[in-house]
């Protein structure tokens, strides 16, 4: 009986040996997974992924911003940078770019308003697999107007409508009041006294080309000036160094003695091309200005270092000479050396000053009224700025603030 019971009992310990041994072996080997599992380093997405249209552009910009991934760090990061990927109406993933670590922002510049755009961010690491985040599908818009910039729109009607109210009043026959400008008004009398000396008339028109409009204005000047010699029966000389130029002023000077009716009195070397170097062609002038002595002199259009020069021989043979330049660093030269001085936008002032033609004459108007409103803002803004400083208030940004905020709501 006892050995019978025994038999069974080793009988049974030998069958559940080795599944004891199995369940054993495989919890341990459970435990070994879970640890490596635990071990491994997983890289987290990037979160707040956001995909917007760009503000008022053609439709062809959409940018892309994102929360990098939390294992995004400076120091021993798992993250190795982030690829863009881009989706054109539902079709395969194109990638747009690969970002560096700690990268939170794209922008798309290749859109069409007539597609639909889904964005994935990648965030990657070394020899990990990353895990992708998508936008949700989008498609860029076309912005016709800024209202951001609607107050630049309102100046810009303010003086178009103040040029077409001044060239209708130019042209209903009322005087529009300009100020006198001294060199201008100077020209007859330049003209009458080289006339009275029987001496010539020296015209510069600077040393630049045509395609500089301060050569353009000189020109502009020289149809007045060669009419009233025209008139005069006086002689005029005028160097160039383009050749564009002497060709410009050839026909301007003939139109002039054209309308004065005295087309025979014309002749072509009143205009001479002398050289394209600047100082050969100072120069020439120079030589010029000393053999010809010239009762009055016209400096007019861009100059350079030359522009001391001339004025200061023709004060030495005892020249009137009226200038003129757009150039800030040569002005003080000219007022120096020079009995009338065109101070910079009175050079370009002077076709509307001499023609009293309506366009001109509304142009001219125009302007003033927007260099009026510049002046308003500035005289403002440095008193808003000074007393905002004083009392330690932006009264600036305040302004400009609420500006937007106005026009951005209507």
Not at 214 to 239: C, E, N, W
Not at 305 to 334: H, K
Request: glycine share 8%; hydrophobic share 45%.
């Amino acid at each position: 009986m006892i050995p019978g019971a025994l038999c069974s009992f080793f009988l049974a310990l030998l069958i559940m040996l080795p599944l004891a041994v199995g369940a054993f072996a495989q919890t341990e080997d459970s435990a070994v997974a879970d640890s490596i599992t635990a071990q491994s380093p997983q890289i987290e997405p990037v979160t707040s992924l956001v995909a917007q249209d760009f503000d008022y552009d053609n439709g062809e910009r959409i940018e892309l911003s994102w929360v990098p991934s939390i294992d995004d760090r400076l120091v021993d990061g798992l993250v190795t940078g982030y690829e863009v990927f881009r989706t054109v109406d539902g079709g395969e993933p194109e990638r747009l770019a690969v970002l560096p670590p700690g990268a939170n922002f794209y922008r798309d510049e290749n859109g069409d308003v007539n597609s639909v755009y889904s964005y994935y961010v990648v965030a990657l690491g070394d020899g990990i697999p990353g895990v992708s985040v998508r936008t949700a599908p989008m498609s860029p818009e076309r912005e016709w107007v800024n209202v951001d910039r609607a107050y630049l729109f309102l100046i810009a009607l303010i003086i178009a409508s103040a040029v077409i109210f001044f060239v209708e009043t130019a042209r209903r026959g009322k005087k529009l009041f300009i100020r006198k400008i001294a060199g201008l008004e100077a020209i007859d009398d330049a003209v009458g006294r080289a006339t009275e000396m029987g001496r010539p008339v020296l015209f510069v028109p600077g040393i630049h080309d045509m395609d500089d409009v301060q050569t353009l204005a000189a020109l502009t000047i020289l149809g007045r000036v060669s009419r009233t010699i025209a008139d005069y029966d006086s002689k005029i000389f005028m160097p160039v160094s383009r050749s564009l130029v002497m060709t410009a002023a050839r026909e301007t000077i003939k139109a002039s003695y054209l309308s004065a009716g005295r087309p025979d009195a014309y002749n072509d070397d009143m205009v001479n091309y002398v050289t394209d170097e600047q100082f050969g062609y100072v120069a020439a002038v120079d030589g010029l200005m000393v053999r010809e002595r010239p009762a009055t002199i016209f400096l007019l259009g861009a100059f350079f270092a030359e522009s001391l020069i001339l004025a200061e021989t023709g004060n030495s043979v005892g020249a009137i000479q009226i200038a003129g330049t757009a150039r800030p660093a040569q002005l003080p030269f000219f007022i120096a050396a020079c009995d009338f001085t065109l101070i910079g936008e009175e050079l370009f002032a002077a076709s509307a000053y001499l023609s009293d033609e309506p366009k001109q004459l509304g142009s001219l108007k125009g302007q003033d009224v927007g260099k009026g409103i510049a002046m308003f803002f500035v005289i403002v803004g440095t008193i808003a700025a000074t007393i905002g400083y004083a009392w330690d208030v932006d009264f600036v940004n305040s302004v400009l603030t609420w500006f937007n905020e106005v026009f951005s709501t209507n």
